[in-house]
């Protein structure tokens, strides 16, 4: 772009870099406030005292944490999940995915899959069919019903076809009159080439099943099986039971220990925190390589 | 050739078993599950032998008062949604885009996506705290003079927060696609009208605003999918009796009246309804961003 020095171009330089600093300070500013809150003492926070800095540093809301042995449990459940559903995710995924990015001469039977795979996705049986099914699978209080319970991520199966089928027909061609077969060429040959797409796709995946409560607070009947987030949304966030009235709501939100909750919620973003600029430079391709069509 | 084919599609249907046999127990059956909807439900009985009542159930739920505010509700607060979703990442990508240095570029890029990658317990669990009584919010409003509000417990300002909160969380990452679309544009463009004397502002009217017109009407005509999608992590981990006059969805009703009340045909009713409007809808936003985007999703 050629680059003038006016003076009003200049102006709009600078309130550009202002609103810029400001939307990235506003993602910041809750996450560290929960920070400071969780560092801060116990009297102080409640006294609403905590604004942009711990009052009164101190260390005691982790320690009662390392203490707690249902925030562990709920913790190693999460991470059970995500290992387990993840795997599932790549498995499945790159071997849906491959047939379906054949066309229908060389797959005669792939139109008709590829419609049942967007027909379950446009339309699906709502929430108490489901959990009826659940239940029908003996799910209830199982791991596997957190892994399984969403189904294929079919979104995810879409990009990865679409990522392989914009990669150059000569490649496969040359491998099959090399004598290669399917699965040579899905494992040996696709994968290597679509690095940034299954980046992509395991990211969300691994985000997906960290993330993800409403399974864990309807299919776990016991509280110390249930997965982080549930544990979370149940101990710190839910404040609807019996509440029916703000006085009731103001003292519910006073009631509640606030640097002990922070901290929770802290530790629960770490993984988050960690994993995502990670995989950052892979997902912006994988994004728009995959959903770029033909 | 063909014979190569018919060798293959041994090996393709093989790899599509594990998936489809997933997808089938755990979408497709479901499915059968809505034969509850038009059944005076009963657990002990069963699906097959609970009474049928046909339309029963859709004429009780209509003629409840929760159904209007529910409906009104859903729609009220995707589209705000949908708007704030499709305008606020729009107009930070643009502005990104003309910052100088590209390691701020980065840097404030990592920082925006950051609330995507986070779940609505945890951010529930922050704004409750940020906004509640005594909170760091209501410390702000004090100090310019202002009485503090309850703001979660106020159902006038309830959507507000609603929409606001998910707008913050996802505009960063909305941005990507508009901030891919920026770099397609021609470069040639933008030396050529400046050549002709085109100031940022004016480059910005001729030639950026028309580049991402495609972009924008694609993403608009797709979103009209999710008109009954009115956000149910967010709204369940935000809301509370307090504010269901605005802030109950159809989402959050259903639970509410399916898992807690056991109102099993009731809840399936509506889950059904919200179900058969969204499949029209989504399939409406495809066939249109086909027509006139030429865009197609597989």
Known sequence: MVQD????SRALDAIILVCMLLSALVCLMPLWYTLCVSLSDKAAATAGLVTFWPVRANLSSYKA?????????????SIERVVLGSSINYIVILLMAYPLSKSAKEFRQRNLFMWLLVFTMLFNGGLIPWYQTMKGLGLINSVWGLVLGNSVPMFSVILVMNFFRGLPKELEEAAIVDGAGPWYILFKLFVP?????????????????????????????????YPLQTYIQQMVVNLNVGVMTEDQYKRMNELSNQTLNAAKIFIAMIPVLCVYPLLQRYFITGITLGSVKE | MTLRNRAFTKHYLLMLLPGYAWLFLFSIVPMFGLAMAFENYNPGRGIFRSEWIGLDNFKYLFSLSDARTIIFNTIFLSTMKILGNLLVPLVFALMLNELRSPRLKKAVQTVVYLPHFLSWV??????????AYRGPVNRFVSAFGGKPVLFFARADIFPALVILSDVWKEFGFNAVIYLAALTGINPSLYEAASIDGAGRLQQLRAVTLPGLKTTVVLLAV???????????????????????????IIDTWVYRAGLLNLQFSLATTAGLLKSAVGFVMITLSYYLADRFAGYRIF
């Open chain 2, 222 to 248: 797709l979103s009209l999918g999710n008109i009954f999608n009115a956000g149910f992590d967010q709204i369940f981990n935000m809301y509370n009796p307090t504010v269901y006059s605005t802030g109950d």
């Open chain 1, 5 to 8: 020095r006016t003076l009003g």
């Open chain 1, 65 to 77: 944490i390392l203490a707690d042995v249902k925030f562990f449990k709920a913790f190693l459940t």
């Open chain 1, 193 to 225: 080439l679509s690095v940034p797409v299954i980046a992509t796709v395991t990211l969300f995946s691994v985000v997906y099943h960290w993330n993800e409560f409403f399974n864990g607070l309807v299919l776990i009947r016991k509280a110390d099986h």
């Open chain 2, 122 to 131: 945890i951010l529930a669990g922050i704004l409750l705290d940020m906004f």
